[in-house]
């Protein structure tokens, strides 16, 4: 069976209930088709770079999925009808990733310092010790 990662964004309307009801909906599709989920992840409801269906925001959800292609094929089927769904991408990996995905890991910033050790630059926005003179 082929490995895929695939994405879908489901409309700010729906809750969160609903989008979990959706992804075992499909989950379950996909468990009949003979494939399996082997990780699902709700990464919750984010801002869109650019509106889809009137639609600012969106929720946004991740399965990992070992399936063969015809249930893949059936499921997409599905989700180009289902009106909750906004867009749904499914990408063929050579490799599923264990562990949680980029989305859900901790933005570390550790190693950035704080803003007190950062070296001191004369205390204005222009870098030398003394102001500029106002000009109106």
């Not at 209930?17 to 996909?30: F, I």
């Not at 494939?35 to 946004?60: D, Q, S």
């Not at 990996?93 to 004369?122: H, T, Y």
């Amino acid at each position: 069976m082929a490995l895929y990662e695939h994405i879908f964004l489901a409309r700010q309307d729906v809750s969160a209930q609903q989008v979990e009801e959706l992804t075992n909906q499909l989950t379950e599709m996909l468990v009949n088709g003979g494939g399996k989920v082997t990780k699902n992840e709700y990464w919750g409801v984010k801002t869109l770079a650019y509106r889809i269906r009137k639609n600012r925001k969106a929720h946004y959800s991740l399965l990992n999925i070992d399936a063969p292609h015809s249930a893949v094929a059936e499921m997409e089927r599905l989700m180009r009808i289902n009106e909750d769904i906004l867009r749904f991408m499914t990408i063929r990996v050579d490799k599923l990733e264990d562990g949680p995905s980029a989305m859900l890991q901790k933005r570390d910033r550790d190693d950035r310092g704080e803003r007190g050790d950062r070296p001191d630059r004369g205390g204005d926005r222009f870098g030398g010790g003394e102001r500029r003179p106002r000009r109106f």
